[in-house]
């Protein structure tokens, strides 16, 4: 059986006919939008079809925009803090206000040791502020709360003495 052009009217072709006429067509590497491709249709009793692959590429990108994420553009579709791009792979400093004061405690040896003052640099207006711990070993995650404050100090008090290293890094936000 012969190939015959593209507008020959063939008749009792099958699949495996139909397979054998497709493999010897000639391969082409270099695609381009206007290049076609054949199918059914499912809307039409699956008659004949035929669609450029720019049809296929626009269908496609339809079907997968509405399922993965676009790409990400600081300030356009993804948030920006003071102007810093969330884009990158750098920390961002994040300043944690103007009255704020940070620092850690690190005692080694302690003995049953239950209170731990810490002094602050500077003189805080009043002793309305606000103390944040942040356990740095197991030890120190043992239920604390802030005692005695002062306008230069506060004093974290554990509820069981603590023995061993005790470290713990706090922050102070008037």
Request: without cysteine; proline residues 2%; glycine residues 10%.
């Amino acid at each position: 059986m012969g190939q015959g052009s593209a507008n020959s009217n063939r008749t009792g072709e099958t699949a495996i006919t139909i397979a054998a006429i497709k493999h010897t067509a000639t391969l082409k590497t270099a695609i381009v939008d206007a290049d076609e491709s054949s199918g059914q249709d499912s809307a039409n009793g699956f008659g004949l079809i035929r669609y450029t692959f720019l049809n296929l590429y626009t269908y496609l990108k339809t079907k997968l925009d509405l399922v993965h994420q676009a790409i990400l553009v600081s300030g356009t579709n993804i948030k920006t803090i003071n102007g810093a791009t969330l884009l990158g792979s750098t920390d961002i400093v994040i300043p944690i206000g103007f009255n704020s004061i940070r620092g850690t405690v690190s005692v080694v040896g302690a003995t049953a040791q239950t209170a731990f003052v810490v002094t602050f640099g500077g003189t805080q207006p009043n002793t309305t502020y606000f103390v944040g711990i942040t356990p740095l070993n197991a030890l120190t995650a043992a239920q604390n709360y802030i005692m005695t404050k002062t306008t230069t100090s506060f004093t974290v008090t554990y509820l069981t003495g603590l023995t061993g290293t005790v470290a713990f890094d706090w922050v102070l936000h008037q």
